[in-house]
Nanobody
Framework: QVQLEESGGGLVQAGGSLRLSCAVS????????MAWFRQAPGKEREFVAV????????TYADSVKGRFTISRDNARDTVFLLMNSLNVEDTAIYYC???????????????WGQGTRVTVSS
């Protein structure tokens, strides 16, 4: 059974940074594309970033491009999301997702974490 566990969320002031981590167990991590999604209160879950299985391909949502960086360590079965220049609009629960396909919708991914909360104060 594949399990994903996020960590690294918290409260940060606008302009600050956070790094989220997602540890994967129970599967062959190096075969999965890994993505981050987020869900703000009252809104649908939205795509943030995805990284291919080898780490060579990445795609970002326009809203985070240039501020967020997704990376992975296949030796540690972990994917990261470095978030810089955070603003209030980035406040959400951030979810890690994994699957065999590279995509930008929730339907693409088979495995999900429980989420980690990020709150950005003004």
């Amino acid at each position: 059974q594949v399990q994903l566990e996020e960590s690294g969320g918290g409260l940060v002031q606008a302009g600050g940074s956070l790094r989220l981590s997602c540890a994967v167990s129970g599967g062959v991590f190096s075969r999965y594309a890994m993505a981050w999604f987020r869900q703000a209160p009252g809104k649908e879950r939205e795509f943030v970033a995805v990284i291919g299985s080898t780490g060579l391909s990445t795609t970002y949502a326009d809203s985070v491009k240039g501020r967020f960086t997704i990376s992975r360590d296949n030796a540690r079965d972990t994917v990261f999301l470095l978030m810089n220049s955070l603003n209030v609009e980035d406040t959400a629960i951030y979810y890690c997702a994994g699957g065999r396909s590279y995509g930008f919708t929730t339907r693409t991914y088979d495995y999900w974490g429980q989420g980690t909360r990020v709150t950005v104060s003004s």
